[in-house]
């Protein structure tokens, strides 16, 4: 029988065919992918022509077809809903896919035609997207080792494999100490908590199997468990096992391995020339420097820290009214800030929830891409990889764009966090394709399914990502849709946050999951006014990780992380009751793979960009005006990296922007 990933097919938009896909198809899939595309280098690499940008650049661009198809399937499954057989082929391929990857990055003769062609760009008449290109194409071989030779060359593929080992066992052991925790409740536990976080409890003890209510370590039950919990003693239990993920000791330690990756990217950027890997990585992103990192994130720092210390004197006095000595600890922040909310704002959780149905916040994510963009979605029924997946298909003015899937809810096969990615992305060439595009998230189960505002803007959050790949038009695929700076991508994503706060959004579509009321306009206020609430505590988890993973790659590579990580707190004053947001043996952005390694702290950066970006929008009187959105498009959303991100966004806004926006956004400014 012929395998189905190797097939044309011949399914509504070219969606892969899930429903006639075996876990028995990936390796042999794999195999053959692999062999066609040594096949394809070694044409373009053994050509006799003389290079030209059609004949080796454009042929690289074309090749490797199959392979893309292959593994574009396996990793969106593999990350969303992963099996103890799928986790088993995942450590198979990621050494092979390095190895494979090296292999061509290491072809002398592939690079050699590539430099010639490099070297004659200025007689070539190259469109700019074609310059683009063909630079990002020398820079990426140059920085892969292309340019070594004997010992440095075989050592750098060595480093390359073990990295991939290395990042797909931090993911797995991650996993495995998600999945394996729960901590089981009885009726009385479920005091005082709110019918949508018992309800999410019961959930996961049926999906568990545990014959009663429990908490995991999904972030979507134990952050509200640890929000509405009176029980203290029980909300001490669960945050230890949340902070433990990946230092339990035995076979799902990450400690070991966050040090071993540590020293091989350092010993990766000195094989090519650079100080430390945080001066590599950060060459090709918008910051440049280490330097210009940290100035960004201490210019944050200092405001975020004084402001998160005046709340936990505000709290640790709530605390001792209750009677309870001692310090604040970390598992007492968010219940006494939820208190604390509900008392200034007469805001709280349970009353807000209701209103955050997900079907209605699917539906205001689109309406807001309408308003904006033109964009029509339309309900597909096509087979997907899990029955809680759903399908769109997008278009404009009648034009097919897109297909887009949401596979929104927590399970125990999926790992933790919320991701865009794209199946298939934008081109026009060898052949026009429209994008495929997914995004995932772990929300909690419920009739209906309820989302916390904060869940609410993460699915925001994902959907900018999607619509950057959505809405992409360029020529080549590896420039079109997110292919961007690390700390450009998050552009898009964090300024499509703000048109949930939107007032007549909201209006529209924050409804009463029982009544079907429009949230009351007093409620709204309240809400809006306390869209800073609790920012210093934000602020401070998210910066102080991001401090760390800096730390980590700028200069020597530690020992021992756990003790580097200390020590960096220390120095910047971390508050006693706050935890980084990712502590280093569950920081997957960092140690999974290279993406955000000396890059975390892009979230930020781009946020710098996002609160000024909105500010055009604010500036023109209309949060849907449709010369920004144009313009938007044109320079931002459509453009993929076809040109520098600098550029990009200057020829949006005009300027680049200054920090003072971020701050104010925040809540955080003098």
């Known amino acids: 029988m012929t395998n189905p990933l190797l097939q044309d097919w011949a ?19 794999l195999e053959q992918a692999l062999t066609a595309h040594r096949a394809e280098i070694d044409a373009i690499a053994g050509s006799d022509a003389e290079p030209t940008f059609a004949n080796t650049v454009e042929a690289l661009e074309a090749a490797g077809r199959a392979l893309d198809k292959v593994l574009s399937v ?75 030779e004997g010992a440095d060359d075989a050592r750098m593929k060595e480093i390359k494999g073990r990295l991939a080992t290395l990042g797909t066992q931090f993911t797995q052991n991650l996993l495995a100490d998600e999945r394996s925790w729960f901590m ?41 468990f640890l929000q509405f919990s009176p029980r203290r003693d029980l909300r001490k239990t669960a945050f230890e096992a949340w902070a433990a993920r990946g230092a339990g000791g035995g076979e799902t330690d990450n400690r070991a391995i966050a040090a071993e990756i540590l020293q091989l990217r350092q010993e990766r950027a000195r094989l090519l020339g650079y100080d430390s890997f945080a001066d590599y990585k950060l060459e090709t992103e918008m910051a440049k420097t280490p330097a210009a990192v940290r100035d960004l994130l201490m210019a944050v720092w200092s405001p975020a820290r004084a402001q998160a210390e005046a709340d936990a004197a505000v709290l640790t006095r709530m605390m001792q009214a209750d009677g309870v000595n001692g310090p604040l600890e970390p598992w007492d922040w968010r219940y006494y800030a939820e208190k604390r909310r509900v008392a200034e704002h007469d805001l709280d959780e349970a009353t807000l929830k209701p209103y955050f149905q997900l079907e209605q916040m699917i539906a205001a994510a689109f309406s807001c891409a ?17 029955p809680d997946c759903r399908a769109w298909e997008v278009t404009r003015d009648g034009q097919h764009l897109a297909v887009f899937i949401g596979d929104y809810f927590a399970r125990g096969g999926k790992r933790s966090g919320a991701w865009c990615s794209a199946m298939r992305g934008q081109a026009r060439f060898p052949q026009t394709q429209t994008p495929v595009v997914i995004n995932v998230c772990n929300f909690a189960k419920g009739d209906p399914a309820l989302l916390s505002y904060d869940d609410a803007r993460t699915l925001f959050h994902e959907f900018g990502h999607a619509l950057h790949q959505i809405l992409s038009d360029v020529t080549y695929e590896s420039v079109s849709g997110t292919s961007v700076a690390r700390d450009f991508v998050e552009l898009p994503s964090q300024l499509y946050e703000h048109w949930l706060e939107v ?6 579509f924050a409804t009463h999951a029982e009544t079907g009321q429009p949230m009351p306009p007093e409620l709204l206020d309240k809400l809006l006014a306390a869209a800073t609430y609790d920012m210093g505590f ?88 449709p010369a920004q959105a144009a313009a938007l498009e044109k320079h931002i959303l459509s453009t993929g990296g076809s040109r520098d991100a600098a550029a990009l966004y200057t020829a949006f806004r005009g300027r680049l922007p200054g920090v003072e926006a971020l701050l104010k956004g925040r809540g955080l400014a003098a």
């Open 11 to 29: 399914t509504p938009f070219g969606i892969a065919p899930f429903d006639r896909l075996s876990d028995e198809d990936f390796a042999p899939a």
């Open 370 to 386: 309408t308003r904006l963009f033109g964009l029509a979605f339309k309900p597909l029924d096509v087979p997907l990889y899990h």
């Open 538 to 625: 934000q602020t401070v988890e998210y910066v102080a990780s991001a401090l760390v993973d800096l730390a980590f790659h700028d200069g020597p590579a530690p020992a021992d992380p756990m003790l580097r990580q200390r020590e960096v707190l220390e120095e910047i004053g971390m508050p006693d009751a706050i935890t980084m947001r990712h502590a280093t043996p569950q920081f997957a952005h960092v140690f999974a793979g290279d993406g955000y390694s000396s890059g975390y702290y892009s979230y930020m950066w781009s946020e710098v960009m996002d609160a000024d970006a909105f500010a055009a929008f604010e500036e023109a009187g209309d949060a849907f005006d």
């Open 74 to 148: 396996f990793f969106t499954i593999a990350g969303a809903d992963s099996t103890p057989a799928r986790e088993a082929l995942q450590r198979d391929f990621s050494p092979r896919l390095a190895a494979h990857s090296a292999e061509i990055s290491g072809n002398k003769a592939l690079f050699s035609r590539i430099a010639a062609v490099w070297e004659r760009r200025d007689a070539l008449d190259l469109s700019p997207e074609q310059a683009r290109v063909l630079m990002l194409t020398h820079r990426n071989f140059v920085r892969a080792g292309a340019a070594l």
């Open 503 to 508: 007032p007549e959004v909201l209006a529209e």
């Open 184 to 224: 089981p409740l009885v009726e009385e536990d479920l005091e005082g908590l709110p019918d949508f976080v018992v309800t999410a409890a019961r959930s996961a003890g049926a999906e568990r199997e545990a014959g009663q209510p429990v908490v995991t370590l999904s972030r979507s039950l134990i952050v509200p």
